[in-house]
């Protein structure tokens, strides 16, 4: 009777962390429910990062496109195609002109860096969380397994338990015979 009873406080102790469990489990599941969520956004991330990455290219070109006609201009004494002299003025205006494109194809630029930065750090948190939800899917694959042999107990207890009262019953009326017997 003594062994069962020290069963059966061991099996209610374990029982016990089943509720804890089934607790983090729906948490984790709430997370888990988030993962899709997350993967959508990383996709639109990566995205966003390939246009960005594109229109940095755009304008590194437009950059060195205008710096090679500012340096054409300022050598540049004849027009190539009609051989007549090129004004001051006229290489001046031009050279203006791929200043001004300059300065606006550096300002993108500068702001596109920036954001590309900014979206590289969101997708680095993504990513994180992601890997996160992964190790709780693993995490809640291993709690439902535990769960599983925690219902076992609990039905292996509800068993002992049955054993331990028959068991009592026998002894009471076991005693009660001595009682009757030795009166």
């Known amino acids: 009777i003594r062994r069962t009873q020290q069963e059966i406080a061991e099996i209610t102790a374990e029982a016990a962390k089943s509720e804890e469990s089934e607790r983090a489990k729906i948490e984790m599941s709430r997370e888990i429910a988030e993962k899709k969520k997350f993967i959508e956004r990383k996709k639109d991330i990566d995205n966003l990062l390939e246009k960005i990455s594109a229109l940095v290219v755009k304008n590194k070109t437009i950059l060195m ?6 340096e054409i201009m300022a050598s540049l004494d004849n027009c190539p195609t009609c051989f007549q002299n090129v004004s001051a003025e006229h290489k001046c205006q031009i050279i203006s002109q791929e200043q001004t494109k300059i300065v606006k194809a550096q300002q993108l630029l500068e702001e596109l860096q920036k954001k590309k930065a900014e979206i590289a750090a969101q997708k680095e948190t993504l990513e994180k969380n ?18 599983q042999q925690l219902q076992k107990k609990k039905e292996q207890l509800a068993q002992k338990k049955e054993h331990l009262r028959a068991m009592v019953q026998e002894n009471n009326f076991i005693m009660q015979q001595q009682r009757e017997f030795l009166e």
């Open 130 to 147: 992601i890997l996160e939800i992964l190790s709780k899917e693993n995490q809640l694959v291993r709690i439902d397994y535990e769960l």
């Open 65 to 70: 496109q205008s710096q090679e006609v500012q």
